[in-house]
């Protein structure tokens, strides 16, 4: 970053150099130097089009060899493939448009540049020129909106087939807390005007709810993998947004009303770990923390991959750290992972 910056300036300061050595050549007041451009400028200014053109080659491809390894790994949700195809069937499509339109654009810029004697060919209008180049991007964004609308509908289908498990993730002022429904996998009633920080009543559960007693609350999610989770989002204070990148899912947290989200995970904890792309960013960070540790900066202990559930709306000063670990495990795992966690009533009855 340092780099780039110092190579900023330089530029900044190259071109007001520049401009202050054009500013002497003015006040010099040569009469026959004309500043009306002649044959030579044009061409010098076609052929500075075409290293452009190449300089945008040269970043797109530069980008791709350099920054392709910083994208998400596979997605871990039943839906996540679907979104990922229509994701990149749209950049390519966009990518094959942009590459083409560049180089037709930035040729005829220099094909049709001025030259003494060139006449400009013009004429007012061409119907079946108009027609192709109107009736080819109406088909390809029409194709995309409609694919994209009927993939978003199928995501956003939220309903209690398949048993779901029912989750609530309640967000504040900077931290997740997450609930279940407990053995009856219902929610109980809540209100944040019933929330008592003295006992333990952080989430505002209705403690006459027979419904609440059996809640579980926590701060760490586990997921059984291949059973369908449907989110119940609630938000205390202001704005947030549940982000869970590894599964392609994100929704807004908002304060006084209930917000929803459904998808199935598909590869647990274990299994991500052992994905190639996760395993080289593993490797990648722990090199650099390394490198800290031999510095002897802090944050140097070695990383392992999560799952995690990302704050996604800017909801104040410590909204970078808003995060919660998501585990996905065997449903025998989580079984008995849920059967150490206290309920509501439980915790509730300890604070008497
Ligand atoms: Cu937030």
Redesign the pocket.
């Known amino acids: 970053m340092t780099t780039f910056l110092i190579i900023f300036v330089l530029v900044l300061v190259a071109i007001a150099i520049w401009q202050m050595t054009k500013i002497l050549e003015l006040s010099k007041l040569k009469t026959e130097d004309s500043q009306v451009a002649n044959d030579k400028d044009n061409r010098y200014n076609g052929y500075l089009l075409f290293a452009f053109l190449i300089f945008i080659y040269g970043i797109t491809i530069f980008s791709f060899y350099k920054y392709s390894k910083v994208l998400l790994p596979e997605a871990a949700s039943e839906h996540g493939g679907e979104y990922d195809y229509l994701m990149l069937v749209s950049f390519i499509i966009i990518f094959f448009v942009q590459t083409i339109t560049q180089a037709l654009l930035h040729y005829f810029g220099y094909k049709y540049k001025g030259e003494k004697g060139k006449k400009a060919l013009f004429f007012a209008d061409n119907d079946r020129l108009e027609f192709i180049w109107t009736i080819i991007p109406v088909i390809v964004l029409a194709g995309l909106i409609l694919w994209g609308l009927y993939t978003w509908t199928s995501i956003m289908d939220i309903n209690d087939e398949d048993d779901p498990l029912i989750v609530e993730l309640y967000?504040q002022?900077?931290n997740w807390t997450a609930r279940y429904g407990g053995a009856d996998n219902v929610l109980g009633g809540s209100n944040v005007r019933m929330i008592d920080i003295d006992r333990a009543n952080v989430l505002g559960l209705d403690e006459a709810d027979p419904n609440a007693s059996d809640d579980i609350i926590v701060k760490e999610l586990h997921l059984p993998v291949g059973r369908k989770v449907n989110f119940k989002m609630r938000s205390q204070d202001?704005l947030?947004?549940a982000y869970m990148p590894h599964f392609r899912a994100q929704m807004n947290c908002v304060p006084g009303m209930t917000t929803e989200f459904s998808f199935t995970p598909t590869i647990t904890t274990a299994e991500m770990r052992l994905n190639p792309d996760v395993v080289d960013k593993v490797k990648r960070t722990n090199k650099i923390r390394a490198e800290r540790a031999a510095n002897g900066k802090d944050n140097t202990d070695p990383w392992e991959f999560d799952y995690i559930l990302l704050?996604n709306?800017i909801?104040?000063k410590s909204?970078y750290n808003?995060q919660m670990k998501i585990i996905v495990e065997s449903q025998e795992e989580y079984e008995a992972w849920i059967k150490g966690q206290q309920t509501f009533s439980q915790t509730m009855a300890s604070m008497e």
Request: with cysteine.
């Open positions: 967000a002022q900077f202001v947030h947004s704050c709306k909801c104040g909204h808003m």
